[in-house]
């Protein structure tokens, strides 16, 4: 895995100050309207176009920053892959929504107050563990779909556990670097806009979430692009069996 590429490509791209531009563009239209429902229209477009990049990646292309060109369909593609994402949430969303139960609910009774406490606790430890198993699920599920454009994808249960076992290691490095390399834009994003005079925030920090969607993209085209050589490794090797 070349990490060091899932950063520089971005810069080597001849209109790579437009695209990011624009992505920077709809990420801020997304945050001021984050408490509508109208504000995940652009960030939906943002996610149809990282599912482009990470075909793209997948596929070797020099340049793989998509070009935003037909909307609609970067619409559709984001929406698919939203919801995908989204049910497979389902069950950490309600779990951790049980980590959060406050004790107060079951009135003044202490062992029912001791029980809402160890729920609590029960559900916390539970949502760890399913969050980091999401984490690690989510680049399999997002370089299949950007493989095949197809909902049904997202839920080929026996694909996806292989894939995720087979590659593992390359999907925690993938994963662990989109953390760090989010964290750290943000930081940046969040001193650069400061010294701004503060109103620059207001574009750097919707940047530094961009810049950094389109890190973690490609770092998953990279785990996509080596798990589908792998596939095509071991059909040559069976069929020199036969």
């Not at 779990?95 to 029980?115: F, H, K, R």
């Not at 563990?129 to 599920?141: C, D, G, H, R, T």
Request: with cysteine.
């Amino acid at each position: 895995m070349d990490i060091g590429k899932a950063i520089t490509f971005i810069f080597e791209d001849p209109e790579w100050l437009k695209k990011v531009a624009i992505g920077t563009g709809l990420m801020l239209v997304g945050l001021i309207f984050s408490v509508l429902l109208i504000g995940l229209i652009p960030l939906i477009v943002v996610t149809g176009y990282t599912v482009l990049l990470v075909r793209n990646v997948m596929d070797g292309v020099e340049h793989p920053l998509p070009e935003w060109e037909d909307w609609g369909d970067l619409f559709v593609r984001g929406l698919k892959l939203f919801l995908i994402l989204l049910i497979w949430a389902i069950p950490l969303i309600f779990i951790s929504l049980g980590s959060s139960l406050p004790p107060a609910l079951m009135g003044d009774d202490p062992d029912l107050q001791g029980l809402a406490t160890a729920i609590a606790v029960c559900c916390g430890c539970l949502t760890v563990i399913l969050s980091i198993a999401y984490a690690l699920i989510e680049p399999v599920i997002t370089f299949r779909f950007a493989r095949t454009n197809e909902f049904a994808s997202g839920f080929e249960f026996g694909k996806i556990f292989r894939l995720l076992g087979d590659n593992i290691i390359n999907i925690i490095i993938a994963v662990i670097v989109s953390a760090v390399v989010g964290f750290i834009l943000m930081i940046l994003g969040g001193i650069v806009g400061t010294i701004l005079l503060v109103i620059g925030l207001i574009v750097t920090i919707p940047a530094a979430g961009f810049l950094a969607t389109l890190v973690e993209a490609h770092l998953f085209g990279q785990v996509g692009r080596e798990a589908e050589a792998k596939v095509v490794k071991v059909a040559e090797e069976g069929a020199g069996i036969e």
